[in-house]
């Protein structure tokens, strides 16, 4: 069952030269009789078959591979919503590098299409930002974690929890104290109460949040009175700041865009027959002022001027 076989004719009224009279009429096949896939029955994944097309592969190949018929190459097409088959379908490697080398120029393959994300997690393995959504170059973004054993950098110190306050402290109120982690960060500060030797429960309040620290640094109170104190325990919440991105290139983000194209739905072999005989059913002509029999129609020529 070729496609074209299956398309209904129609008689066009011949206004060539060597027309004999205005009943002469040009059996053609009605290219604009088409049809699709029904939209309900794409969505139905128990109709299909994912099938990766591979290199050198064509549609009447794969047909006659899984239909048994090179013929049903249509069929391969229309299931897979491929409409035209020159930008659709897959190329080879070759193919490819020869499209992109004379798209961009060899030394363009390796110049920058377009930015995209990074996948990143927060501490307890949230999706925050998921990876390949197209960006500028300089894309950012921030957002709040808190976390004792995470390295990431680049963060504004928002809070300093306490959950063991140590001891062996000097009671008071002490502003101002700088923070220090043995990390990259710089700049933070802080007011901190100690009562009892104890650094007390939510008594630390960052006054200058700084920059690049991490969720996994350790805060240091020496400088709290005059008596180092010990065992303390904190947790850190960090304003992240992301310069997430990745350059993809114009050879990469062709390969991805074409390798995206070799993954395809076929028909399942078992709704095969029913699927022929829908097509054939829908390609018949209904009773019309144009009607000749099921598979013909007949049209007038509109055309009534000549030229001399």
Avoid: C
Avoid at 26 to 35: D, E, P, Q, S
Avoid at 55 to 84: C, K
Avoid at 199 to 222: H, M, Q, R
Avoid at 227 to 255: C, H, K, L, P
């Amino acid at each position: 069952m070729g496609y074209f076989r299956e398309l209904p004719d129609v008689e066009y009224q011949s206004f060539l030269s060597d027309a004999i009279s205005s009943q002469d009429y040009l059996k053609v096949k009605n290219l604009f009789r088409r049809n699709k896939l029904r939209d309900d029955l794409q969505s139905n994944f128990t109709l299909f078959n994912k099938y990766e097309i591979v290199e050198g592969a064509r549609p009447d190949t794969i047909a006659e591979e899984f239909y048994g018929s090179a013929q049903l190459d249509w069929v391969v097409l229309m299931t897979a919503g491929i409409i035209n088959v020159r930008d659709e379908w897959p190329l080879s490697n070759y193919q490819l590098y020869k499209y992109a080398e004379n798209k961009y120029g060899i030394a363009g393959l390796n110049d920058i299409h377009h930015y995209e994300t990074k996948e990143v997690k927060d501490s307890n393995g949230r999706l925050i930002l998921p990876a390949g959504k197209v960006v500028d170059k300089d894309f950012s973004f921030h957002y709040t974690d808190i976390d004792t054993s995470i390295n990431n950098t680049f963060g504004q110190l928002q809070s300093i929890n306490v959950n063991n306050g140590g001891s062996g402290f000097v009671d008071g109120t002490y502003p101002d104290i700088q923070v220090t982690t043995g990390g990259i960060g710089i700049g933070a500060t802080f007011t901190v109460t100690v009562s009892g030797g104890k650094i007390e429960k939510e008594s630390i309040i960052v006054t200058t949040p700084g920059k690049n620290y991490d969720l996994g640094n350790s805060i240091s109170f020496i400088g709290i009175g005059t008596t180092a104190g010990t065992d303390t325990e904190t947790e850190i919440s960090v304003n992240r700041r992301f310069t997430n991105t990745r350059g993809v290139t114009n050879w990469e983000y062709e390969t991805i865009k074409n390798n995206k194209k070799s993954s395809i739905y076929l028909l399942k072999q078992g709704y095969l027959q029913q699927f022929l005989n829908d097509m054939r059913e829908i390609m018949i002509y209904g009773i019309s002022s144009e009607y000749v029999n099921e598979s013909l129609i007949r049209t007038e020529n509109t055309k009534v001027t000549t030229s001399y």
